[in-house]
């Protein structure tokens, strides 16, 4: 059957967004006198828990502190190290690719709406997509929540969609949803087990978007 809708992750995968946020915990650690381990960062990557999970973390090396005086200073920096990122190579031609084929297209993110609209704005990607579904109304990744309500969303079938994921967890996600997974990890996510994923992309820039329909 031909495929009628790809569901794209945001961060990580249409922007390489993961890296300034894990560059900005490091930060912050550092000033604390600690090292970030990063099997903590990836045990929740790609989940709703990243923030909560980094200030308990946090709190070990020092008691006392304040989350919430702390997150306004995580935040700007974060956003300062994203005002020149733009799109992974190569998703734009995904994305031009699939609206000339006549592919409806959805995001699927456990980040927030706040996060996540006006990133996909500041890109320029937000006029692609028909739906963008994110973890503040939705069960965060890996449950395939997010997955279900986009198919529903797009009025696709489990079976003629296609998921893009750069995290364990949001693979889990989307076969637990039914959908054809391809990952496509970052420089972040690389090293991870992708072994539940239909097919690993280095890049979006492997292989066009056309060939891997045809598969």
């Given at each position: 059957m031909p495929t009628r809708a790809l569901v794209f992750d945001f961060d990580g995968t249409l922007a390489d967004t993961e890296s300034a946020v894990?560059?900005?915990?490091?930060?912050?650690?550092?000033?604390?006198?600690?090292?970030?381990?990063?099997d903590a960062?990836?045990?929740v990557i790609g989940t709703q828990h990243t923030t909560p999970a980094m200030f308990a973390l946090l709190a070990e090396h020092?008691?006392?502190?304040?989350p919430?005086?702390?997150?306004?200073?995580t935040r700007a920096h974060v956003l300062?190290?994203?005002?020149?990122?733009?799109?992974?190579?190569g998703v734009r031609d995904y994305l031009d690719t699939a609206k000339n084929l006549g592919i409806r297209l959805a995001v699927a993110s456990s980040s927030s709406g706040a996060w996540v609209n006006p990133h996909l704005e500041r890109l320029g990607l937000d006029h692609y997509f028909d739906a963008v579904l994110t973890g503040d109304l939705h069960k965060a990744k890996p449950d395939p929540d997010l997955y279900l309500a986009a198919l529903a969303e797009l009025g696709a079938a489990a079976p003629?969609?296609?998921?893009?994921?750069?995290?364990?967890?949001?693979?889990?996600?989307a076969k637990a949803a039914g959908l054809t997974c391809v990952a496509v990890p970052n420089a972040i996510t690389r090293?991870?087990?992708?072994?539940?994923a239909?097919?690993?992309?280095?890049?979006?820039?492997?292989?066009?978007?056309?060939?891997?329909l045809s598969r």
């Open positions: 894990l560059q900005s915990w490091q930060a912050v650690f550092r000033e604390y006198g600690a090292e970030l381990p990063l960062w990836y045990a020092a008691p006392g502190i304040d919430e005086a702390l997150r306004p200073k300062r190290l994203l005002e020149d990122l733009g799109p992974r190579e003629d969609a296609i998921a893009f994921e750069d995290t364990p967890h949001g693979v889990t996600a090293n991870l087990d992708f072994g539940q239909d097919v690993v992309l280095p890049s979006f820039t492997a292989k066009p978007l056309e060939a891997l």
